[in-house]
Structures are given as C-alpha cells and as structure tokens.
C-alpha cells in the first residue's frame, strides 16, 4: 500500500492506553492532519527542503513530468513519499511510476477510466470545489485513498471555503485534502482540521523555516474533536405535512 495512503488511514485510528502493569508506557503521538508540500517540476532542492521538515508527502502538480526528474526527487525526498499528478502522461509513463519510486499518482475526472485499475502506487482523485454533490457521493464507489480539492487563489482561508470542505467531509468516506495558496496561520489550519480535513498542500517555494513552522503547528494541533460526520443519528429531512406531538397522538 502507499505510504501516504497509510498515514491517511492512521488518522482516523484512535490510539487506546495499554491495560495492567504497562499502563505507564508513554503513547506515540500521531499529527491530527497531514502536510503535502507542492514542488516545482525541476526544483530538486526544494525536494531537500521538504525532507528536511520531514513533510509528509511531497507533491509534483506540474504537467508532464519526466522519468529523471522523478527519479530525482525521489532520491532527494528520502523516506518521504512523493506523488505525481499524472495529467498529460501517457499510460506507459504512468505504468512506469511505480518502478521510479513513486508513491501515489493524482489524476482529475478526465483521465482515462484505465488508471482506477492501477496497483503499483496509491490513487487520488483531484475535483473542484464546485463539483456536483451527486458527483462527490459517486467519489465513494471508487478504489481511491483519498481526494484532493482543489481552491481558487484567495490568500486566506474563508468560511466559505469551510463550508465547502465540511460538504465534501460530511458526504465523502475518504480523507479530504485540500490545496492552500500561501501560508495558513495556526488559527486558520484549527479551523480545517474541525472541519475534517484530513491534509493541507502547502504551495511551492516556501522558505524552510515557514515549512518547518506549519509543520511544529500542525503536530500540535489536538487530534479530538475531528469534524468527521457521525454515521449514527442521521435526521432526515421532512417535506410536507405537520409534525404530531405525543399528546395529539394520545387523543
């Protein structure tokens, strides 16, 4: 399975004390979201940069990416798994992936329906925010880890772009990853994790030290309180018609 895959599905896996004599063994702490750094196609330092932070995912976004390029960023990422967006390959390319050391592949809704069958790396599939909600149900029917949702290019993180989040959370049964423009402040990255979002993108090109600072604040972020929907309780709508009271109901 994809290593970033996996770190997806530890976050919804809830870390229990040990019983009896070992109850005093210290818990290994787990982050409550994920940081994916964006890298440009040719920039191999900005590869050692995210290593550096210990990201944990690097992610290439840029069309067209060739086989030495990702051989390299491979190499530079070391123990960090990287993905690669594979609009514009062709499909001996991305059957080759794998073999390169790639981890995950991203692919949007035009890609050929072949790529839902691959094996060798982890599948995510990359929408816009406005995609239908049917659609985003149908998401689940799908072999993917995760989706990744794309924004505009607003500096700062708006209720808006909340509600849409928690919409995708709320009818998803994946992780959510979102893509952010610039640099999120603390108060900003609390507010996605209460929505459920599972991981955030930082842009390309950011300076080691403010990746290493989102990274310190997303690990301290606390991990209760997730804006996961709860499957139990669900109250349906009710069109038409008037509600009975017990009492009227009694008479």
């Known amino acids: 399975m994809s290593k970033f895959a996996e770190k997806l599905q530890s976050l919804s896996k809830s870390s229990t004390a040990?019983?009896?004599?070992?109850?005093?063994?210290?818990?290994?702490?787990?982050?409550?979201?994920l940081l994916v750094v964006e890298l440009s196609a040719a920039q191999v330092k900005?590869?050692?940069?995210?290593?550096?932070?210990?990201a944990d995912a690097g992610l290439i976004m840029s069309e067209g990416s060739n086989t030495k390029t990702i051989e390299q960023m491979v190499e530079a990422l070391g123990s960090v798994p990287l993905g690669v967006f594979v609009r514009g390959m062709s499909e001996k390319e991305i059957d080759e992936l794998g073999g390169l050391g790639c981890d995950f592949v991203i692919f949007d809704t035009?890609?050929?329906?072949?790529?839902?069958?691959?094996?060798?790396?982890?599948?995510?599939?990359?929408?816009?925010?406005?995609?239908?909600?049917?659609?985003?149900?149908a998401i689940n029917s799908f072999e993917?880890?995760?989706?990744?949702?794309?924004?505009?290019?607003?500096?700062?993180?708006?209720?808006?772009h909340l509600l849409i989040y928690r919409r995708f959370v709320e009818v998803?049964?994946?992780p959510v990853i979102i893509t952010l423009p610039s640099l999120a402040t603390k108060e900003e990255l609390t507010s996605l994790?209460?929505?459920?979002?599972?991981?955030?993108v930082a842009a390309s090109g950011l300076p080691l030290e403010a990746l290493a600072e989102m990274k310190r604040t997303i690990d301290a972020l606390p991990r209760e309180a997730r804006g996961r929907r709860s499957r139990a309780g669900?109250?349906?709508?009710?069109?038409?018609?008037?509600?009975?009271?017990?009492?009227?109901e009694d008479q």
Do not use: W
Request: charged fraction near 25%; aromatic fraction near 4%; hydrophobic fraction near 40%.
């Open 18 to 33: 040990p019983m009896g004599f070992h109850a005093a063994v210290c818990e290994v702490k787990s982050p409550s979201m």
């Open 46 to 54: 900005e590869a050692k940069i995210v290593a550096e932070v210990n």
């Open 110 to 137: 035009k890609a050929t329906a072949r790529i839902l069958s691959e094996k060798k790396t982890g599948k995510f599939l990359t929408v816009e925010p406005s995609l239908d909600q049917g659609l985003v149900k």
């Open 144 to 160: 993917v880890d995760g989706v990744f949702v794309s924004r505009g290019v607003d500096s700062s993180v708006a209720v808006e």
């Open 172 to 174: 998803l049964e994946k």
């Open 193 to 200: 994790r209460q929505a459920g979002v599972s991981g955030v």
């Open 234 to 248: 669900v109250v349906l709508p009710q069109y038409g018609g008037s509600v009975v009271d017990e009492e009227d």
